[in-house]
């Protein structure tokens, strides 16, 4: 049997994967080095290679799409080219170069992409970065932080009287140019920028593409340098993983990309592979998703990418709309999620759906990396139906697993790692990195099968999430929030894993509405919280997560059922659609102490002595 492929119960739809390879080394002190052989097309220097490549190839192939009233919007590989090449000339003559990055606060859209590779085009760095930052009632010091580590040269907003307010009230960026869709007070409309000589592509490898800021997780955020080679390798490393040159990726997404998921993995993924993104405007919320749904409803997609979130949120719509599962498992070949491990429960309501309209399992794939690492440094490149594996080195990468407590520290080498952060004075401030040049990225992972590396990774949580009990044992907060997510069955959506010196693990836990109307017939939203059939199914799930072992870290105590959802204004769910987990703690410090409270609140679930 092959050591890549699960026994299947139904077959599985061709993903189109290439051979999987791996090479393992053993060290006596227990280290694994894991390394991926395979090579790699390096045809691309620069970002915008693939851009004159696919504009000359396939000039009338759609690129990008967005909708535009009850249709779409869209933009050839050759109308691409030309208004990049034009754009580039137009900043070029604005002043702005590889020490005067751009600085990009907007949502993604078409003129997001054209004026970010105009940018790079010309060696200038792109930066986009939370379009979050600036909407009213947005933290100020955000946008202030991030412009005082980019020292932009100028500013590209999407909406120049949405963003205006917060561009005005951000002092670092007085006398800094404005660039909008349209012309508008204070702003330079892309119409003028387009009237200038289109400018060739004047990027180097070694310059950086992209400025692209961490998620802030573990603290403030850094502003990551991508280089043109790091973007250019990556996309070459994805596309190695599979055989389909004759069958370019078909995208619907709303991955932001001011994040590297969606910026690199997504958007210039699918340009270096010559593919076509439908830009989808929906989040992976009760009350945003609905656009979502409506793009998938219309467009059948080859390659579809989404949050934890979001797939627990499109089990419910496929379970119930016919039409949508038939039009979304007409063609698809690939799902994958990113971002955060994701329940079980959420991969095999999929897969039961997928079987029911084709007879076939569907590979469900994950990738895992940073900001610093492409972001891709290992995937999942073969057929799978099991969540929570990382997968293997991507071609061109090694990993070396240093042993950490009943499982590994993980550290990559590879040519898409970044060469290291913008430094306060403006020059490069190296990435953390081990005596023997590899990357210390944090996270921890162990063996799906201890004795055959080759049946991949798991992930075992961020390292600086994990805490202690009162009693010393040792929280892995990560693993254990997958799992009992995984247990409790699509009631909870996410959950926030606190417990540091306490006497034991308690969970805040966010609701998933649809899941719980289906429990509560008739039931207002407002109220699902104390529905008895919500409550039940969370402390049933609960109790089998405790009978279970499965979180490699003792029981869950108690757990308290939140109103609402993550905030995403304060930070308090990351971009990628991931939980900061001690932000969340902070924001609701209240909640937590009545989680912990000598004799807690009726609402709050007692599930251990």
């Given at each position: 049997m092959d050591a890549f492929a699960d026994a299947p119960a139904a077959p599985f739809r061709d993903a189109r994967y290439a051979p999987a390879r791996l090479e393992v080394q053993s060290r006596p002190n227990g280290e694994l080095i894991l390394a991926n052989p395979a090579p790699v097309e390096s045809r691309h220097a620069t970002v915008n290679g693939p851009l004159d490549?696919?504009?000359?190839?396939?000039?009338?192939?759609?690129?990008?799409?967005?909708?535009s009233g009850s249709g779409w919007r869209t933009l050839s590989y050759a109308e691409g080219l030309a208004r990049v090449a034009a754009l580039s000339g137009g900043l070029r003559d604005l002043g702005l170069t590889p020490e005067r990055p751009l600085l990009v606060v907007a949502r993604n859209s078409i003129e997001h992409a054209l004026i970010a590779y105009a940018a790079m085009r010309i060696g200038c760095p792109a930066a986009p970065v939370s379009p979050q930052y600036g909407l009213p009632g947005a933290r100020p010091e955000r946008l202030r932080h991030a412009v005082e580590l980019i020292r932009p040269g100028a500013v590209f907003v999407d909406d120049a009287a949405l963003f205006a307010p917060a561009l005005e009230s951000c002092g670092p960026l007085a006398g800094v140019r404005r660039i909008a869709p349209d012309a508008a007070p204070g702003f330079v409309g892309l119409s003028e920028l387009e009237r200038g000589a289109p400018a060739p592509d004047l990027a180097r490898g070694d310059q950086a593409a992209k400025l692209l800021l961490t998620s802030g997780s573990t603290g403030a955020p850094k502003a990551v340098i991508c280089s043109h080679a790091n973007m250019a390798t990556n996309a070459a490393q994805i596309a190695a993983c599979f055989e389909d040159d004759d069958d370019p990726p078909v995208m619907v997404n709303a991955a932001p990309w001011s994040h590297s998921l969606g910026a690199n993995a997504i958007l210039h993924m699918g340009l270096h592979r010559g593919g076509t993104l439908y830009i989808d405007r929906g989040q992976p919320t009760p009350e945003r998703f609905g656009e979502t749904l409506r793009n998938l409803a219309e467009v059948a997609p080859t390659y579809h990418n989404m949050v934890p979130a979001g797939w627990a949120l499109f089990a419910d719509a496929l379970e119930r709309d016919e039409a949508l599962a038939g039009t979304f498992f007409s063609r698809v070949r690939l799902l994958q999620y990113g971002g955060a491990s994701m329940p079980q429960s959420v991969v095999d309501r999929i897969q039961a759906v997928?079987?029911?309209?084709?007879?076939?399992?569907?590979?469900?794939?994950?990738?895992?990396?940073?900001?610093?690492?492409?972001?891709?440094?290992?995937?999942?490149?073969?057929?799978?139906?099991?969540?929570?594996?990382?997968?293997?080195?991507?071609?061109?990468?090694?990993?070396?697993?240093?042993p950490e407590g009943g499982r590994y520290e993980l550290r990559i080498l590879g040519p898409q790692v970044s060469p290291g952060y913008v430094a306060p004075d403006g020059g490069v401030q190296p990435l953390d990195l081990d005596e023997q040049g590899y990357f210390r990225i944090g996270d921890a992972a162990r063996l799906a099968d201890p004795d055959d590396p080759r049946a991949g990774l798991v992930f075992d949580g961020r390292l600086v999430e994990n805490f202690k009990l009162s009693s010393g044992t040792f929280v892995a907060a990560g693993s254990l929030r997958v799992a009992a997510l995984s247990a409790i069955g699509g009631a909870a959506a996410d959950a926030v894993v606190c417990g540091e010196g306490r006497a034991g693990v308690g969970l805040l836990l966010f609701l998933n509405p649809g899941f719980c109307a289906d429990l509560a017939p008739g039931c207002p939203a407002s109220e699902l919280a104390r529905h008895p059939a919500v409550i039940a199914a969370i402390r049933e799930g609960l109790a089998r997560?405790?009978?279970?072992?499965?979180?490699?870290?003792?029981?869950?105590?108690?757990?308290?059922?939140l109103e609402g959802a993550p905030d995403a204004v304060s930070g308090e769910v990351t971009d990628k659609g991931y939980i900061n987990q001690a932000l969340?703690?902070?924001?609701?410090?209240?909640?937590?102490?009545?989680?912990?409270a000598a004799d807690p609140d009726p609402a709050v679930l007692r599930l251990g002595a």
């Open positions: 490549r696919w504009a000359a190839e396939a000039p009338d192939r759609i690129w990008l799409a967005e909708r997928a079987v029911r309209q084709t007879g076939y399992r569907v590979a469900f794939a994950s990738g895992y990396g940073s900001t610093e690492t492409g972001p891709t440094a290992c995937n999942v490149h073969w057929p799978n139906a099991r969540s929570g594996l990382i997968g293997l080195p991507v071609p061109g990468t090694r990993l070396r697993l240093v997560f405790n009978g279970s072992g499965a979180g490699g870290a003792g029981k869950v105590w108690r757990a308290l059922i969340a703690r902070a924001r609701r410090a209240s909640e937590v102490e009545r989680l912990f």
